[in-house]
């Protein structure tokens, strides 16, 4: 289940993989590749290296990444200079990066990096479908009204969904300058179906903290499914994993309106301990997800505390965005790439491929 895996025929079908790191000397990545048809992928990366400041990928606000012959032959996870390669099943990834970057905050600043990192786990990992508390998953259920058309739209968009927490050592070469990482993670691997158009909001918590405990938690908002459906799990110093039973998180009264809160704090229970979590985001950056870019997402890099004990991680929020991929961008992409609006992807099984080209109306 970690390597590529063959994608459903589905045009929304997507098989990706993602990482988001960090350590409290507020050194960050978050870096994400999505395999869609057609050779077409999700994918960006960020970089904090608090000498320098926030690198980003120069696509950024897009997204939308594209994989050379080799690349699509082998069903790899990689675009345009990134890469994430399982070397072991849920112990081992490599995380490779190579290409210019944009200091954020100064277009004209642009550097090269060189990116050589190794995820690894010795952790349990955390399936969103089996591994969700039963109580939880039932309270989630019976907010939705129960007919034919719920539970066969539930089945039609299923989407399997794991995490597991670990760490990532290596280093980054800036222009020359190399830069050591080691840093606590979280990656999350999903295959299946993602339409960015049927979600209105989510948020996702990364947190490792000084006694050693890791923690996932969020929430996620998708009317055709699950008006409100909350996850996550602990990672316990000794390896023990509990999913949560409860969690205070109240997507509609944080950032509703488009802007995330910068400090906040909400509560969790697991493993029949209680967590109260204080959440202060000090950096963040936004971009597009999607073909016609359905998705505005903000990420951010966030320092916590639970119950006294410090300390760091990530926070990213989708909203749901209405415009358009600018046709300034799409103008760009390489021939013959097809896209959609209702197909809404872009990238859809060779015989389900639209005509449109892409930022066309």
């Known amino acids: 289940m970690e390597f590529p895996r063959k994608l459903v025929y589905n045009p929304q079908a997507i098989d990706s993989v993602s990482f988001m790191a960090s350590d409290k000397k507020r050194y960050f990545l978050a870096t994400y590749l999505g395999r869609r048809y057609n050779g077409v992928v999700d994918g960006f990366i960020y970089l904090n290296i608090p000498e320098i400041g926030l690198l980003e990928s120069l696509k950024l606000p897009d997204t939308i990444l594209f994989q050379d012959n080799k690349e699509k032959s082998l069903r790899s996870f990689g675009a345009e200079g990134l890469h994430h390669t399982p070397l072991q099943p849920l112990k081992r990834w490599k995380i490779s990066y190579d290409g210019k970057m944009r200091v954020r905050g100064n277009t004209k600043d642009i550097v090269h990096v060189h990116l050589d990192a190794i995820w690894t786990s010795r952790l349990p990992f955390y399936d969103v479908n089996r591994d969700t508390d039963t109580m939880l998953l039932a309270k989630i259920f019976a907010k939705e009204p129960w007919n034919d058309d719920f539970f066969g739209i539930v089945k039609d968009f299923h989407l399997t969904h794991f995490e597991q927490h ?4 290596g280093q980054a070469v800036v ?3 190399i830069f050591q990482l080691k840093m606590n993670s979280l990656k999350s691997r999903k295959h ?9 909001r989510y948020v996702t918590h990364f947190m490792h903290f000084q006694d050693g405990t890791s923690i996932s938690v969020g929430m996620i908002s998708t009317p055709v499914t699950f008006s409100s459906k909350e996850y996550g799990f602990i990672t316990t110093a000794n390896g023990e994993l509990y999913p949560i039973t409860y969690s205070s998180l109240k997507l509609h009264e944080l950032g509703e309106a488009g802007t995330p809160p910068k400090d906040y704090s909400f509560s969790i229970k697991a493993g029949g ?9 000090f950096k963040c950056a936004e971009f597009y997800a999607g073909w016609q870019w359905e998705a505005r997402i903000v990420e951010c890099m966030a320092k916590f505390t639970f119950n006294g004990n410090p300390g760091w991680g990530g926070v990213e929020w989708h909203y749901r965005h209405t415009g358009r991929r600018p046709l300034s ?4 992409d ?3 790439k097809i896209a959609g609006e209702e197909s809404g992807a872009g990238w859809g099984p060779p015989s389900e491929a639209p005509s449109v080209q892409a930022g066309e109306d």
């Open 273 to 281: 301990r209680t967590y109260h979590i204080q959440v202060e985001v």
């Open 334 to 336: 390489p021939e013959k």
């Open 166 to 169: 670990g760490n990532i050592t």
């Open 175 to 177: 222009n020359g300058e």
């Open 192 to 200: 299946g179906i993602l339409k960015w158009k049927h979600m209105h």
């Open 329 to 332: 961008i799409a103008s760009m």
